[in-house]
């Protein structure tokens, strides 16, 4: 009985989750230039809402922790662990204050409804994993941009998504070269959990019927340890959370 309802409400949330990409385009597109950056941005931040919640139609629970924590100014820095594709909409949403940029592949900035307009207009990084110069270029672009401008950076230190949900070690390249160009930024451990059950088998069909819960952990002023320490601290915080 689990196994058809995750057919059939997979074939629902996926039908709902591609018209939304799909509509919020032109719309997004539309917002932009006629209306200019600030409107495009709340056109994301509306898509991304029903994004997020759209994960309930294959009937899974979502739990919301620690989100008071978040800071009232920025910069900011997320270092969240990733799991799916659908990392993205709760930290877009939640963290919406702060405008968040990404540190993504370059290969989701093309083709994508919307969600590649948003990562190119969004001034996110797009690096090229083949390409380590050009890598830490963007990643030190997008780190002085957000202490001009006290927005946020999310970046994902494992490199790539974790299809069991263990948790890979953190690589420190990447939080290093934000921390050196945008050193009044405070760090924001994010912790998402469930995702990947979500995604037990795969893209399709999805494993209804999740408890996903996602949680921020209290925020680390950088300036009170040395660069190395507070990678390994951030991981050993979320590494705790997703083994408890």
């Given at each position: 009985?689990?196994?058809?309802?995750?057919?059939?409400?997979?074939?629902?949330?996926?039908?709902?989750?591609?018209?939304?990409?799909?509509?919020?385009?032109?719309?997004?597109?539309?917002?932009?230039?006629?209306?200019?950056?600030?409107?495009?941005?709340?056109?994301?931040?509306?898509?991304?809402?029903?994004?997020?919640?759209?994960?309930?139609?294959?009937?899974?629970?979502?739990?919301?922790?620690?989100?008071?924590?978040?800071?009232?100014?920025?910069?900011?820095?997320?270092?969240?662990n990733h799991q799916s594709m659908f990392d993205i909409p709760v930290?877009?949403?939640?963290?919406?204050?702060?405008?968040?940029?990404?540190?993504?592949?370059?290969?989701?900035?093309?083709?994508?409804p919307s969600i590649s307009y948003n990562l190119r207009y969004g001034k996110s990084a797009l690096i090229d994993r083949s390409d380590r110069g050009q890598a830490v270029k963007e990643i030190i672009r997008v780190g002085r941009l957000i202490e001009t401008t006290g927005?946020?950076?999310?970046?994902?230190?494992?490199?790539?998504?974790?299809?069991?949900?263990?948790?890979?070690?953190?690589?420190?390249?990447?939080?290093?070269?934000?921390?050196?160009?945008s050193p009044s930024a405070v760090i924001v451990p994010f912790v998402i959990d469930g995702h990947n059950r979500l995604m037990k088998h795969g893209a399709f069909p999805l494993h209804t019927f999740q408890r996903i819960t996602y949680t921020v952990l209290d925020p680390i002023e950088p300036s009170d340890f040395p660069d190395m320490e507070i990678v390994k601290i951030v991981e050993d915080r979320i590494r705790e959370v997703l083994e408890k």
């Amino acid at each position: 009985m689990h196994k058809f309802a995750d057919y059939i409400l997979s074939v629902i949330f996926y039908f709902f989750f591609a018209l939304l990409l799909l509509l919020f385009h032109p719309i997004q597109v539309g917002a932009h230039r006629l209306l200019g950056e600030p409107a495009r941005q709340r056109v994301v931040t509306a898509l991304n809402f029903l994004l997020l919640h759209s994960i309930r139609l294959s009937g899974s629970r979502l739990i919301f922790r620690g989100f008071n924590k978040i800071p009232r100014n920025g910069p900011v820095i997320i270092v969240s662990n990733h799991q799916s594709m659908f990392d993205i909409p709760v930290i877009v949403y939640r963290f919406r204050r702060f405008n968040p940029k990404f540190i993504s592949k370059r290969e989701l900035g093309k083709r994508l409804p919307s969600i590649s307009y948003n990562l190119r207009y969004g001034k996110s990084a797009l690096i090229d994993r083949s390409d380590r110069g050009q890598a830490v270029k963007e990643i030190i672009r997008v780190g002085r941009l957000i202490e001009t401008t006290g927005e946020a950076v999310c970046i994902f230190p494992e490199g790539t998504r974790s299809k069991t949900g263990k948790m890979k070690s953190f690589l420190p390249a990447g939080i290093s070269a934000l921390l050196r160009t945008s050193p009044s930024a405070v760090i924001v451990p994010f912790v998402i959990d469930g995702h990947n059950r979500l995604m037990k088998h795969g893209a399709f069909p999805l494993h209804t019927f999740q408890r996903i819960t996602y949680t921020v952990l209290d925020p680390i002023e950088p300036s009170d340890f040395p660069d190395m320490e507070i990678v390994k601290i951030v991981e050993d915080r979320i590494r705790e959370v997703l083994e408890k």
